[in-house]
């Protein structure tokens, strides 16, 4: 380390009147005529920063980061904060190359004052104010870094973000910061600021981009496993900080934790907001992963009587996955899931994936996922899917994504009523005092405008000890588009919702078609609903009894399938009809909550008599 020097002595305080004139353009910073401008006049006591475009001279601060990649640039923070809580004293300086200054450095910058949107205006994100095109001037280096503000629990507060200006689009930027009664205004007056944490428990894994996620509040909605869970609209749960590091990982790998590890000692660095998880601790210094050997769950197997219903997202599987892929997937099927009688995949891709040259069939997909199954010591499991039309289903693109139904003939025969295609829609009928299906398989309402461009349902009509049983895998429209929690509005708009409710719609009527035509029939709605049980959708699909959202017979801290920015939610359901008034459930934690994952949902089983 450099040795210490002195550090510079502080120019003059900016007053409050000198911001506010600079924010009417009354002066013009650097000129004569104004005062330096300090950190926190540029930050000020909203979102946005009341000198947005005007230039600022010679501001002071002490270096608390430098990041050399991605985004470029550098943190400065003022080390003689003022007494008012809502302003932050640290800033962020883009330089868009590497910079040439370090932690510790004393320095001047000049320069615009520019509020950056990550991902642009239209994702709905708050902004982060930073200084852009700096000329920098380094008074001394090896000075101490002011003190981080240690983030815990008992600090942040237990109300998420205040409601949006009705009058401003619903938004919060122009809201004063009360840093005391919500939990984004209490982030956003440490942006840019040196932090630290304590020890703390890992809430979402480390992903591919070196990122995970910890709680500073392990009281708040905590799952069986360690996880945070995101029960409803209004439980954000305000303790999540992402975790990333300043090091670039050529030079120190990021750890890789599961949900329920521990992110021990002390980890400390700048408060930045960006695009994937909004307000995110950028470690200087990275505390040490302990390991609490978090394990991947099995179901029980059926017993004789029951039948076991299952489904699984699997991810985009296609013919060039590696082997290691099929193989583990496998043998999630037959160990984890204990080789269900009905299996429904979502995100089976064609036969060449991602290649988009008009193949849309998907037989050596599932020849060789069944394959596998045999080689894991699974069933020899038959399938029946429809091949969508090229480019019309949504997902990667190339991939032409669709559910397919396996099935263990030894246990369970399938119904076949030949026609099925990709624009033929299936029906209703009654056959002698039974409901049936005109095509088995066959899709759902295909031409029904809530399908454009996502996954339409497949009905499949199956037989089990005699008992007709009815099966319908979907795989609704995703989240793309929606605005994450930390979204300047307040409430964050969820554009896609209108969608999977008329998708959610569809699937009721049709499930209604069929309980009209027998009153008990035996139906279960499983697949990626991509909703929460708590959601809109969910209430379309079980609207007047139609229908039962089986994970609702979990306890609380059980009801997920899936992990997100740190929140353990619901996307993967299986819903039963009234007939099926005695059920086992269970969502099967495999994947979700691992930095190691064979898919990014967890599968969720049903087992009944029917």
């Known amino acids: 380390m450099p040795p210490r020097t002195a550090r510079p002595h502080p120019l003059p305080r900016t007053a409050t009147v000198v911001a506010i004139a600079l924010a009417a353009g009354l002066l013009t910073a650097g000129s004569a005529d104004a005062a330096p401008v300090s950190v926190h006049d540029i930050q000020g006591t909203t979102r946005l920063s009341p000198?947005?475009?005007?230039?600022?001279?010679?501001?002071?601060?002490?270096?608390?980061?430098?990041?050399?990649?991605?985004?470029?640039?550098?943190?400065?923070?003022?080390?003689?904060?003022?007494?008012?809580?809502?302003?932050?004293?640290?800033?962020?300086?883009?330089?868009?190359?590497?910079?040439?200054?370090?932690?510790?450095?004393?320095?001047?910058?000049?320069?615009?004052?520019?509020?950056?949107?990550?991902?642009?205006?239209?994702?709905?994100?708050?902004?982060?104010?930073?200084?852009?095109?700096?000329?920098?001037?380094?008074?001394?280096?090896?000075?101490?870094?002011?003190?981080?503000?240690?983030?815990?629990?008992?600090?942040?507060?237990?109300?998420?973000?205040?409601?949006?200006?009705?009058?401003?689009?619903?938004?919060?930027?122009?809201?004063?910061?009360?840093?005391?009664?919500?939990?984004?205004?209490?982030?956003?007056?440490?942006?840019?600021?040196?932090?630290?944490?304590?020890?703390?428990?890992?809430?979402?894994?480390?992903?591919?981009?070196?990122?995970?996620?910890?709680?500073?509040?392990?009281?708040?909605?905590?799952?069986?496993?360690?996880?945070?869970?995101?029960?409803?609209?209004?439980?954000?749960?305000?303790?999540?900080?992402?975790?990333?590091?300043?090091?670039?990982?050529?030079?120190?790998?990021?750890?890789?934790?599961?949900?329920?590890?521990?992110?021990?000692?002390?980890?400390?660095?700048?408060?930045?907001?960006?695009?994937?998880?909004?307000?995110?601790?950028?470690?200087?210094?990275?505390?040490?992963?302990?390991?609490?050997?978090?394990?991947?769950?099995?179901?029980?197997?059926?017993?004789?009587?029951?039948?076991?219903?299952?489904?699984?997202?699997?991810?985009?599987?296609?013919?060039?996955?590696?082997?290691?892929?099929?193989?583990?997937?496998?043998?999630?099927?037959?160990?984890?899931?204990?080789?269900?009688?009905?299996?429904a995949l979502e995100e089976i891709q064609d036969d060449n994936g991602a290649t988009n040259d008009g193949t849309v069939s998907a037989g050596r997909t599932l020849a060789k996922f069944t394959e596998a199954i045999k080689a894991a010591g699974g069933p020899a499991y038959e399938w029946r899917s429809i091949d969508p039309e090229d480019k019309k289903d949504g997902g990667e693109p190339g991939g032409n994504i669709r559910q397919v139904f396996l099935y263990n003939p030894d246990r369970v025969s399938f119904t076949d009523r030949p026609g099925g295609d990709a624009t033929t829609a299936t029906a209703v009928v009654r056959e002698k005092g039974r409901a049936a299906l005109t095509l088995s398989p066959g899709r759902i309402d295909p031409a029904n405008p809530a399908w454009a461009d996502s996954r339409k349902p497949l009905a499949g009509e199956f037989t089990f000890r005699g008992r007709t049983v009815f099966v319908i895998a979907n795989h609704f429209g995703s989240k793309g588009g929606d605005e994450s929690l930390v979204s300047h509005h307040q409430p964050p708009v969820r554009s896609s919702e209108a969608k999977r409710l008329q998708q959610a719609q569809a699937v009721n009527g049709f499930v209604k078609d069929l309980l009209k035509a027998q009153r008990n029939a035996v139906v279960l709605v499983v697949g990626d609903i991509n909703d929460f049980e708590f959601s809109g959708t969910t209430k379309a699909l079980t609207a007047d009894g139609a229908l039962e959202a089986a994970i609702t017979s979990l306890p609380r801290a059980e009801r997920y399938s899936y992990v997100f920015q740190g929140n353990s939610q619901v996307l993967d359901q299986i819903l039963t009809s009234p007939s099926i008034d005695d059920y086992a459930y269970d969502s099967v934690h495999i994947n979700a909550e691992f930095a190691e994952q064979n898919s990014d949902h967890d599968p969720q089983v049903l087992r009944f008599e029917p």
């Open 51 to 343: 000198l947005e475009g005007q230039q600022v001279s010679e501001v002071e601060g002490i270096v608390t980061g430098v990041r050399t990649y991605g985004s470029r640039g550098f943190w400065i923070q003022d080390p003689s904060p003022d007494t008012d809580p809502a302003t932050s004293e640290g800033v962020f300086v883009y330089t868009g190359s590497v910079p040439t200054v370090q932690a510790g450095d004393a320095v001047r910058v000049s320069g615009t004052v520019t509020e950056y949107v990550p991902g642009g205006a239209s994702s709905g994100n708050q902004s982060l104010t930073q200084i852009s095109k700096p000329t920098v001037t380094v008074v001394s280096s090896g000075n101490a870094l002011p003190a981080a503000q240690v983030i815990s629990g008992w600090q942040v507060p237990h109300r998420y973000a205040p409601e949006g200006d009705p009058a401003d689009g619903n938004s919060i930027n122009k809201l004063p910061l009360h840093p005391r009664s919500y939990a984004l205004d209490y982030y956003e007056s440490l942006e840019g600021m040196n932090v630290a944490i304590g020890t703390s428990r890992v809430v979402g894994a480390t992903d591919p981009y070196s990122e995970l996620w910890v709680t500073v509040k392990p009281w708040e909605n905590p799952t069986n496993r360690g996880g945070a869970r995101y029960g409803s609209y209004s439980s954000q749960n305000t303790g999540r900080i992402q975790i990333q590091q300043l090091a670039p990982i050529s030079q120190s790998p990021f750890p890789k934790a599961d949900v329920g590890d521990r992110l021990t000692g002390r980890t400390e660095g700048p408060l930045d907001f960006n695009q994937f998880g909004g307000y995110t601790l950028t470690a200087r210094t990275l505390g040490t992963v302990e390991d609490r050997d978090l394990e991947r769950e099995r179901t029980r197997r059926q017993d004789r009587d029951e039948l076991a219903v299952a489904t699984y997202n699997v991810e985009n599987l296609d013919p060039k996955d590696p082997q290691t892929k099929f193989d583990a997937l496998a043998k999630a099927v037959v160990e984890n899931l204990a080789s269900p009688d009905i299996l």
